[in-house]
């Protein structure tokens, strides 16, 4: 895809989250950390995954690819954001910032169906537990998981082309911390009406079928959950759902609020977009760790073959 642009303008001043210099120096620390964290935790639940063969099952292949999403998602704005904390240069050219969209677009919308796709395994395992292997064979699972990437790239590829024609003058500063189509739209000279239409009927068709899929998965669980006589079957049974839950509320609940809303710069809109796109993609591996006794036990067996290595 070329990026090309009628506009004199070939790039933008990218304003952060902060311009005095000693909260902008605190800043890169934190976000550096959740960088961090956000990379081991993501590998290590990769790693863990791939060397366990009692985790090779259908919700735990998807748990990977979750997890190879979030690595993306958030090197696509944090490397740029830390960037910018360190330096005095806030710039971006118009191509990378047009890049960043497309990424953000991929990463986003597979994100977003990938966890309708984790709801429906849930929602077979819970609810036709005796066809649950006819229902996520092998092949629906990677079928899945290729759709997923497949409408995240065609979010892009219908929204970014657009955006490309768009005409930048005179204003070029961008109150935020990465290109995110909503931003661009006041910066443009030229007509974006057609940008904006195009963008709300490729994102909410999306977000709301996606959504609804695992709202109704999610509501004949509770209905099968609360048939259970067995207190124990249903905490067992509860709890292989709080993990997918809690992601789902996260970000869903700021990625619908940061696209929706006016954008404005405001302090609440930067908040949306970190919470979707860095603290979620860092959460979700202790998220999973944490509230997932299977992963808690294959962490303590690898870690105990390593230890056990590196002491002798």
């Known amino acids: 895809m070329a990026f090309t642009n009628h506009s004199a303008i070939t790039e933008f001043i990218l304003l952060g989250l902060s311009s005095v210099p000693h909260v902008e120096g605190l800043l890169f620390v934190l976000f550096l950390g959740i960088y961090l964290l956000t990379l081991m935790g993501n590998l290590m639940l990769l790693v863990v995954?791939?060397?366990?063969?009692?985790?090779?099952?259908?919700?735990?292949?998807?748990?990977?690819?979750?997890?190879?999403?979030?690595?993306?998602?958030?090197?696509?704005?944090?490397?740029?954001?830390?960037?910018?904390?360190?330096?005095?240069?806030?710039?971006?050219?118009?191509?990378?910032?047009?890049?960043?969209?497309?990424?953000?677009?991929?990463?986003?919308?597979?994100?977003?169906?990938?966890?309708?796709?984790?709801?429906?395994?849930?929602?077979?395992?819970?609810c036709h537990p005796l066809h649950y292997s006819q229902m996520i064979s092998k092949q629906r699972c990677v079928k899945l998981v290729w759709s997923s990437w497949g409408l995240g790239f065609l979010d892009a590829l219908i929204n970014v082309p657009l955006a490309t024609k768009m005409d930048f003058c005179k204003i070029y500063t961008i109150p935020h911390f990465s290109c995110e189509l909503p931003s661009l739209f006041p910066l443009s000279c030229s007509n974006v009406s057609t940008n904006l239409i195009v963008m709300l009927c490729s994102i909410i068709p999306h977000g709301v079928i996606t959504s609804l899929a695992i709202f109704f998965s999610y509501a004949c669980i509770v209905s099968t959950i609360l048939s259970i006589t067995s207190t124990s079957g249903r905490s067992r049974a509860f709890s292989t759902c709080s993990s997918h839950l809690t992601t789902v509320i996260l970000f869903y609940g700021s990625g619908f609020l940061r696209y929706l809303m006016p954008t404005s710069g405001s302090s609440l809109e930067l908040i949306f977009s970190v919470q979707y796109s860095v603290v979620t993609p860092m959460l979700n591996p202790l998220i999973y760790s944490l509230q997932n006794k299977e992963v808690r036990t294959a962490v303590r067996k690898i870690l105990g073959k390593y230890l056990q290595c590196f002491h002798w």
């Open 49 to 126: 995954i791939r060397a366990d063969s009692h985790l090779h099952t259908p919700m735990y292949f998807f748990l990977s690819h979750l997890s190879f999403l979030d690595l993306c998602f958030s090197s696509v704005t944090l490397p740029k954001m830390l960037e910018i904390l360190l330096s005095q240069n806030k710039t971006i050219s118009v191509r990378g910032c047009l890049a960043q969209v497309f990424l953000l677009f991929v990463t986003a919308g597979t994100e977003a169906f990938l966890l309708s796709a984790m709801a429906y395994d849930r929602y077979a395992a819970i």
